[in-house]
């Protein structure tokens, strides 16, 4: 595709609720990340595909969250049990070279 | 572990004239590079400019300049005849390449807003 695409754009969930969220990088894109960003502060590393490989998950805060990218292309960011602290904008982010990332739209997370 | 420090939360500057955020970094690698990332409203990150740390030239991408200072590990980025289109969150972000694909450090960000 042109760019990366993210769904949905906006996702309001219930504490307690599983949420999914969608990343579609650019085709052929090795490497894939997903970054954190709360209200009014900098993206946060989450976690890092290379391929479908998942070789990084430091950034991931706690079990109720996990990434899959099980073809190489598509990921998906799974939230289980959500929290009010787990409101934020969910950012996926994929790059050929690593020289330059290039940013999807995100998903913003409201959980009530 | 790097870190990424932008000290300003909030700039703005009249339309057409010059503006210049700063940013600092700690690290003890020796090959990184570093962007500056605008952040408009609609959440999309879109880079702005970027500097390989080996370089030693300032990188210019038209009005957008940065001063890269590495024994001081600054790198401020100096926007030129601001426009209100460059209204926006600006975030400083550094990436080491001392072993392969490596996730971006990313700054608190500075919002900057351009007066008409």
């Known amino acids: 595709g042109a760019g990366v695409s993210q769904s949905p754009r906006y996702k309001v969930a219930k504490r307690g609720q599983d949420v999914a969220l969608r990343c579609d990088p650019i085709?052929?894109?090795?490497?894939l990340f997903w970054y954190q960003q709360a209200l009014g502060q900098g993206p946060e590393f989450l976690t890092y595909?290379?391929?479908?490989?998942?070789?990084?998950k430091s950034g991931l805060p706690s079990d109720r969250f996990f990434a899959e990218r099980p073809e190489g292309s598509v990921s998906t960011l799974k939230i289980q049990r959500t929290q009010q602290e787990d409101s934020a904008v969910y950012l996926c982010?994929?790059?050929?070279?690593?020289?330059?990332?290039?940013f999807g739209q995100g998903t913003r997370l409201t959980v009530v | 572990a790097q870190t990424v420090t932008q000290s300003q939360p909030e700039m703005s500057v009249q339309e057409a004239e010059t503006v210049t955020l700063s940013c600092t970094y700690d690290t003890s690698e020796n090959n990184y590079y570093l962007f500056w990332y605008k952040q408009p409203p609609s959440r999309q990150m879109i880079l702005v400019i970027r500097q390989e740390a080996y370089k030693q030239q300032n990188a210019t991408e038209n009005r957008f300049s940065v001063n890269f200072q590495k024994a001081a590990k600054s790198f401020s980025l100096k926007i030129s005849d601001s426009q209100l289109g460059d209204t926006a969150m600006y975030f400083c972000?550094?990436?080491?390449?001392?072993?392969?694909?490596?996730?971006?450090?990313f700054g608190k960000g500075t919002r900057l807003s351009v007066i008409a």
């Open positions: 982010a994929s790059s050929q070279t690593g020289a330059e990332a290039f």
């Open positions: 972000a550094f990436i080491s390449r001392n072993s392969g694909n490596t996730p971006l450090v």
């Open positions: 085709s052929g894109h090795v490497s």
């Open positions: 595909f290379q391929n479908e490989a998942q070789l990084d």
